[in-house]
């Protein structure tokens, strides 16, 4: 990461907060204005923290005890008062963008050490890495997902199934929400997406990333022909590839497009593997997914990858066949 892109960043996360705290601080003028039992009782809560502060410095156990009772007292009583009048806890809290740094970039950790947010890091792989790949989820998502592009017609000369093309991205779909919401369980397999170009792997995929997104998580975007040449040009050190290196094995979700694409020779073969097996290690009590996308059945994949990589595949990876026409054709021509 260049020191330019993070001050950028920085820069646009001091506005942010800047902006947060004004229109909060103008927000709470205009509630304690139009509630001023409610101010009455907020200030009497910060001056109780404050002899409760100066009692426990003077050692006053007794006071201290006192005082923290009738700090709870004013607390319920404020709590009651803010129910009564249906008025959320957090409406007396500002509106930051991300509610785990305050819009800061960086976070404590329980060591006392403190490192980027989370919102922080996306923002960095949607800058140098995803650019425009996962870019589109305001449309690409599940609220737009239309089973009607696919036939329910049965056809099982032409698709080797017993199911209808519908069907199946049905059942795949309910087996992408499945991973979502079980996504911090170290017991839910990985996704391998397999089928022809136009199928709606990359629609799905991008589906899925926003709903990780919205869990706070990072998503990181790598094609594999560009992710197994930078590897093996990092392994013979002909690119400073570290931080990126980095970055695939520990991101929450990996997301590799167009497996099978790429030139193989046995490093980026090698590469490949100690990438899909890091990442399932679970490790420093951390969950980490992927999902890999390919145009190649899974034939193709075993002669290819060999039996190592096969059987991750196999054990660890919900493999979802997607067959029937290409839908792009369809949308196209419904524009």
């Excluded at 646009?12 to 909060?24: C, G, I, L, R, S």
């Excluded at 109780?48 to 410095?57: E, F, G, M, N």
């Excluded at 919900?318 to 196209?332: A, L, P, Y």
Aim: hydrophobic residues 35%; charged residues 30%; proline residues 2%.
């Amino acid at each position: 990461m260049s020191d330019s892109t993070l001050n950028i960043l920085l820069k646009e996360y001091e506005k942010k907060k800047t902006v947060a705290d004004m229109n909060f601080e103008k927000a709470k003028e205009d509630f304690y204005a139009s509630n001023p039992e409610i101010a009455e009782l907020n200030e009497k809560l910060n001056s109780t923290a404050l002899a409760i502060s100066k009692a426990i410095l003077n050692n006053e156990q007794e006071l201290v005890d006192k005082l923290k009772k009738d700090f709870n007292e004013l607390k319920n009583k404020k709590e009651k008062l803010l129910k009564s009048k249906k008025i959320p806890k957090d409406a007396m809290e500002p509106a930051y963008e991300c509610n785990i740094c305050h819009d800061t970039g960086f976070v404590t950790l329980d060591n006392q050490k403190t490192e980027l947010c989370n919102c922080m890091k996306q923002k960095i792989f949607d800058i140098q890495f995803n650019k425009s790949n996962i870019g589109n989820l305001e449309k690409e998502n599940f609220d737009n997902f239309n089973l009607d592009l696919y036939s329910d017609k049965i056809d099982k000369e032409k698709y080797n199934a017993s199911i209808s093309p519908r069907q199946n991205i049905l059942n795949i779909k309910n087996i992408a929400l499945n991973f979502v919401e079980n996504f911090d369980n170290p017991e839910e397999k990985n996704l391998l997406f397999s089928g022809s170009t136009g199928l709606g792997k990359t629609f799905l995929s991008n589906c899925i990333a926003k709903e990780i997104l919205l869990k706070k998580k990072t998503v990181l975007y790598q094609t594999a022909p560009i992710m197994l040449d930078n590897l093996a040009d990092f392994r013979f050190g002909k690119s400073d590839f570290k931080e990126v290196y980095d970055n695939i094995i520990n991101v929450d979700l990996l997301i590799i497009d167009d497996l099978g694409t790429e030139s193989l020779n046995s490093i980026k073969i090698a590469e490949l593997f100690n990438i899909i097996n890091a990442r399932l290690l679970y490790n420093n009590n951390k969950v980490k997914k992927t999902i890999i996308s390919t145009n190649m059945n899974m034939n193709y994949l075993f002669d290819t990858y060999g039996e190592r990589i096969f059987s991750r595949f196999v054990g660890y990876y919900n493999v979802c066949r997607f067959f029937g026409e290409d839908i792009r054709m369809k949308t196209v021509s419904k524009k």
